[in-house]
Structures are given as C-alpha cells and as structure tokens.
C-alpha cells in the first residue's frame, strides 16, 4: 500500500448513505486530518450548494466547511466560465446550480441563450424540456452536470440527471458534455484545488462506474469501498479493477 | 407500378402539418374511396383519442369517422390486453391513451401495477416519471407507444414520446416493448382491420424513420412522400429506399 498526500472522497455510499452516516467514514477523515495530509470531498450532487452539503455532513458527525466539498455544479459553472465567460444561459436544476452560476456572473435566461446546462431538477416539466430542445437545435452548447442513471432515496431508486439529460440528447440527437463522474473535467477541477501530485493523490468511492471509472480515466489511483453501490459480485465482472479494494475505510491505514 | 387494394396512411406530413392542410392528401383519399379501395389513417400520435382526430380532419376538408383512425393508443391498448387482460396499469399519457386504456376495462393505478405504459405527456413531472422507474425496477412490464424524437409544431421540434420514455429505460436500463411506428405491432394490428392482402397493401408517408421502415419491416410496399420530415437529400442516405417516391400525392394514380 502506498502513501498518499491527497485524497478525493466521494459522499453518497461513501460517507454516508442518505440520511444514515458510514462511521467509519467519520474516523477516516479525521486519521487522513491527523496526518496532515489534504482531501476534498467530491460528489455528482448538482442539487446542493457547498454549504449545504457541509451542513449535512456536519449533522452527521464530520467536521466540515463549504471549502471541503467540490459538487458538480461548481465544476460546471467553472468549466463554463473557462470556455464562455458572458455566456447567457438557459439552466434547468435546483439550487446547487442556480447558486453556482449566478456566482460565476452568468446571466441565467430562456431567450436565445448561448448554452444549456442540465442537472437533476425535480421539478422538471415539459416546457423546460422543449425549451432546452429548441436552444440546442438552435445552436446553443450543452452541458450536462453528470450522467448518473439513478438517485438512491428511501423510496428508492429514482431518475438521475442522466435520465432527465436523456430527453434532449433523445431528441435533438445531440450529447452534452458531462461534468461529474466519470469524466474528466470535474476530476481535472479538484485535483486542482486539492494540489498534490497525481501520483500521490487517490479517488475513493463506493461506486465503480462514477468514482473509479473517473479516478482510472485521470489517471490517478483508486480505493473501491463496499458500503455503497457496487458489490464484489459486479466489481467481479469488471475487467480494470481498482487499485485497492475494502469492505469498509476502517481497513484503510493512513501512512 | 403496380395496383393496392389497402392504403394504410400516416397523418402528420402526409395528410397535414400541424393546423395546415396538404390538400393533395384530400383528393388522394377521394380517389382512394372512388375506386371502392380500402383506407386506414395510422398514427403514432397517443395523445388524442380516434373521435378527436377525426374531427381534426374533417375541419381540415377530410370525410373521416373514428373508425377510420388507428392511434398507436390504441394499438398500445389492443396489445396489452392480449398479453395481459387483468394488468392494472400505470399510465403517463394524455386523453388519447388514458381513454384507449379504460375503453379495454384496464385499472389504472400507481400502486403495484403489473404494466407501465407511456405516450406523451406534456404535464410529465418527475413524480410520474420516478413512480414509472420504481414499478418496472420492482418487475412491472414496460410499454411505450412510440419511439418519436420529435414533434414538429409551430414553435419547432419539440420533444416527442421517445425522449421522455428514454428517461425510464436510461434509468432502469430496461427498454419497452414500442407499439408505434416504425414497430411492428401498430402494423400487424392496422393490416388486420384494413383486411386486404398484404401483397395489396400498401404504407404511406413522409417520414422514413417511421413510415417508411414501419412498412418495411411488416413486409408490404411503400410510398414516400415528400410533403414532410424526409427530404430527397435525406433519403439518398439511405440504403434500402421505398418502393415509390412521389413530391406529391398528386402524382400517384390510383388504379
């Protein structure tokens, strides 16, 4: 096992599973703080803003500010703003992303705008579909927050941003670029922040096809842990497989 | 070029665009109707009932009854209760496949059903749509009454009953079984009331991806016209072209 100076930590499945907090996880960040090594904790969630999300940790047990969490959102609206700095863009999505790019200085509008951006909208109507729709067959960039199939809730498993993201790729036969897990850009954005070599830096995650399929697409190391999504029974079938795996972080030594 | 005792006929961008008529399509019919041929009127549209389209046409200078129109509501109806004459069913559709539904005495319901079937909506919200994801994860079967990317209106293309269905399948990774054009079962079930040989029947319409491959792939002639979608440009890049290609139904002699 080697030593790493930064880690990358996925939240859902990996820190905690909705309202239920994974101990271990708790113990976790606090031995990696100990050693003074540095991690970010990032996650596909487009619906909270940083702050939010830190608040929910901290109810859980951890101790976290808005600095320490890096959401989809935010590496849109930064990506975003690399590219097309006075874009005026049509956005659908909660709050995480709204807040996100108004930070950025975006103009947000339904008018001819120069990019659409997606995200996991819950109150998601046909009219904000067909408007996204007719944007892109006018031209207009798309982008999509994450291309996550499902959303773990109580209830169940419920439409992720991809599925909703489906509709105007379906249609306009155009593909958005994707933010979040497994792609790039987001794990381009904090490993940035985060600011260790590459090859001292690991991603951890529950779920193999978000957050090690994006740690093996960076190129960096990574740490699959069963407390999530994905069981040995699917990581069985996988071919490249992680470059450690645990039933739980509480087998993870921190050197 | 050869006689047809049955016309199976596609509506939109065949017989009109949207509120505009295609006059040419009114005399085609009469013509039709003179020689004492048979004639069906197949459309993917789900959202209306028989008795409204019909009134449509008849505005639009048509003589045409209810019975004269097959929906891919219908169809969709038709289908399950061969396969399935008790499912209670979950429906996300508008008047057209909610009423195709309860004529068939199916139970509608969004608790435990035994089917999902959806046809466009535009009051889909993501209720409806986490509601269809969670029955067909917990075994339900999945219906949709057509593939459609795209239905043209007056402020463009918006998005059809394909791209709101891909929401389901991108998230459950399930695909329904398609009733519409260019699927075989609104073919089989139109033939079997138009009642003419297949060898005599023949599919009308402007749209390859779904006319034109629907009549293929049932196996009976076709004629693509171009008052619609496909354009000449469009059809060049096409392997397997119609049987006939007419600019306008003026141009086709009935005999």
């Known amino acids: 096992m080697k030593q790493y100076a930064g880690y990358l930590i996925d939240l859902d499945g990996t820190a905690y599973k909705g309202i239920e907090v994974i101990p271990e996880a708790i113990e976790f960040v606090k031995r990696i703080e100990k050693k003074g090594l540095r991690h970010l904790f990032v996650t596909n969630n487009s619906s909270k803003t940083p702050t939010q999300v830190a608040g929910h940790l901290n109810q859980l047990g951890f101790r976290a500010g808005p600095d320490d969490v890096f959401t989809a959102s935010l590496a849109a609206a930064n990506y975003l703003y690399e590219k097309h700095p006075n874009a005026r863009v049509y956005a659908i999505g909660e709050t995480g992303l709204k807040e996100a790019l108004a930070?950025?200085?975006?103009?947000?509008?339904?008018?001819?705008?120069?990019?659409?951006?997606?995200?996991?909208?819950?109150?998601?109507?046909?009219?904000?579909?067909?408007?996204?729709?007719?944007?892109?067959?006018?031209?207009?960039?798309?982008?999509?927050?994450?291309?996550?199939?499902?959303?773990?809730?109580?209830?169940?498993?419920?439409?992720?941003?991809?599925?909703?993201?489906?509709?105007?790729?379906?249609?306009?036969?155009?593909?958005?670029?994707?933010?979040?897990?497994?792609?790039?850009?987001?794990?381009?954005?904090?490993?940035?922040?985060?600011?260790?070599?590459?090859?001292?830096?690991?991603?951890?995650?529950?779920?193999?096809?978000?957050?090690?399929?994006?740690?093996?697409?960076?190129?960096?190391?990574?740490?699959?842990?069963?407390?999530?999504?994905?069981?040995?029974?699917?990581?069985?079938?996988?071919?490249?497989?992680p470059t450690y795996v645990v039933s739980s972080l509480e087998q993870w030594e921190i050197r």
């Open 103 to 241: 930070e950025k200085g975006f103009e947000l509008t339904d008018s001819r705008p120069d990019a659409v951006i997606i995200g996991i909208d819950r109150d998601i109507n046909y009219e904000k579909l067909a408007k996204a729709c007719l944007a892109i067959r006018d031209g207009a960039e798309f982008y999509s927050t994450n291309s996550d199939a499902a959303i773990p809730t109580e209830k169940g498993l419920l439409p992720g941003n991809g599925a909703l993201t489906s509709v105007i790729s379906y249609s306009t036969q155009k593909e958005p670029v994707f933010i979040g897990k497994p792609h790039r850009i987001i794990m381009e954005q904090a490993h940035k922040i985060l600011g260790t070599p590459k090859k001292e830096t690991i991603m951890v995650g529950d779920n193999y096809d978000t957050d090690i399929l994006a740690g093996m697409r960076f190129g960096i190391d990574t740490l699959l842990v069963h407390t999530g999504v994905t069981t040995p029974e699917m990581l069985a079938q996988r071919k490249e497989q």
